[in-house]
């Protein structure tokens, strides 16, 4: 049940911009904000015995989710989903900031699962790919924070459910293919 919870609580936050869109646009379905409350407590309790950054990053987004269904369902303003974006980037920027001033930054311990004995030199590249996250987070961070200031649902919808998604996606393909070269050229 515990994998079902996060399965289906992952998949929710990956298709969050378009429910809150659905939302904000069909009022009826405000209802579901309840059940998405709860859905979210249950990936946090699932979570809850966790340790790790990762466990803990995962429960406090699950709690920032939970918190937005509900406080949004009993004010009854969707508006307030909005948010759920720029809490996003400001815990993966907590995230990814505190490794930096950690003994192993967080790129590098994910490397590390794959590659136990890293070279130096990928090393310092861990911890370069680490602060560049952090320059993403800060930007994406702030755009999303615009996007709920601009109250344009459809800025909103356009940002946070397409474009810093293809950033993501395209932020990953570059590293890949710079880590490809780097192995290469050893």
């Known amino acids: 049940m515990p994998r079902l919870i996060t399965l289906l609580s992952g998949l929710l936050l990956l298709l ?8 904000i646009s069909h009022p009826p379905l405000r209802g579901l904000l309840l059940p998405l409350a709860l859905l979210f407590v249950l990936r946090w309790l699932a979570l809850r015995r966790r340790k790790g950054a990762l466990a803990s990053a995962g429960k406090w987004l699950a709690a920032a989710a939970a918190l937005l269904c509900l406080v949004s369902s009993l004010l009854q303003n969707e508006r307030l989903l909005l948010w759920y974006p720029v809490a996003v980037n400001a815990i993966l920027l907590l995230l ?3 490794s ?3 003994r192993m930054p967080l790129v590098e311990r994910l490397a590390r699962v794959r590659e136990p004995d890293l070279p130096p030199y990928a090393v310092v590249y861990t911890r370069r790919v680490t602060q560049v996250w952090c320059g ?3 930007f994406n961070g702030s755009v999303a ?3 709920c200031l601009a109250d344009s649902v ?3 919808t356009l940002w946070n459910g397409v ?3 293809l950033l993501i996606g395209l932020l990953m393909a570059c590293e890949w293919c710079i880590r490809q070269r780097m192995r290469a050229a050893r």
Do not use: C, D, G, R
């Not at 969050?16 to 939302?23: E, I, M, R």
């Open 136 to 138: 993403f987070f800060i």
């Open 145 to 147: 924070l615009f996007t």
């Open 96 to 98: 990814f900031a505190a």
């Open 100 to 102: 930096l001033f950690s």
């Open 163 to 165: 474009i810093s998604y």
């Open 16 to 23: 969050w911009p378009p429910l809150v869109w659905l939302s």
């Open 154 to 156: 459809y800025w909103w």
